[in-house]
T-cell receptor, first 118, second 106 residues
């Protein structure tokens, strides 16, 4: 079946503008994750959804960042008043189950959205 | 929350040698430990994982060992090949290590 998809693949915006990034997880996956990866850097955790709720949003860097998930499927990550330091690749991942219980919890990653803030 | 540390940040080996990457975690409730490989310009992909009820798992040239008492786990790659060159990430719960850039020289 289809993997995780993200849109847009590239986004160039001006400082101060709002942007919205979209993630379509694998059908039936209950858990969804957002990460940020700057060039040559690691995977910075942003937020984790189990169903429509977010048990862990401790990685959101500021109140300019928010995310929602509706219908247990699609998720959007919104960045308000973008800053140049927000420039990065934003990766979404989904897994069949969540992080509790010790089940095999392989994350499947999308291709990412490359955000450039001028 | 969970905190994951990974070492080394870079590792260069000769083709055919072994490579070992180590990670430590802080949350004793963590019970699933995957390793992901990210090739240049691509998305991370799972290469091996281990659950807390076992101490070691092997898949051909790669293996993962887990020490729950010490809260650390390691990735072992034997008979390295140039195509093993990539960035490797360990993870526990939603947190990833900082990554190890492995270069295998022919």
């Amino acid at each position: 079946g289809a993997g995780v998809s993200q849109s847009p693949s590239n986004k160039v915006t001006e400082k101060g503008k709002d942007v919205e990034l979209r993630c379509d997880p694998i059908s039936g996956h209950t858990a969804l994750y957002w990460y940020r990866q700057s060039l040559g850097q690691g995977l910075e955790f942003l937020i984790y959804f189990q169903g429509n709720s977010a048990p862990d949003k401790s990685g959101l860097p500021s109140d300019r960042f928010s995310a929602e998930r509706t219908g247990g499927s699609v998720s959007t990550l919104t960045i308000q008043r973008t800053q140049q330091e927000d420039s990065a690749v934003y990766l979404c991942a989904s897994s069949r189950t969540g992080t509790s219980g010790g089940a095999r919890n392989e994350q499947f990653f999308g291709p990412g959205t490359r955000l450039t803030v001028l | 929350g969970e905190n994951v540390e990974q070492h080394p940040s870079t590792l260069s080996v000769q083709e055919g040698d072994s490579a070992v990457i180590k990670c430590t975690y802080s949350d004793s409730a963590s019970n699933y430990f995957p390793w992901y490989k990210q090739e240049l310009g691509k998305r991370p992909q799972l290469i091996i994982d281990i659950r807390s009820n076992v101490g070691e798992k092997k898949d051909q040239r790669i293996a993962v060992t887990l020490n729950k008492t010490a809260k650390h786990f390691s990735l072992h790659i034997t008979e390295t090949q140039p195509e093993d060159s990539a960035v490797y990430f360990c993870a526990a719960k939603v947190r990833f290590g900082a990554g190890t850039r492995l270069t295998v020289k022919p």
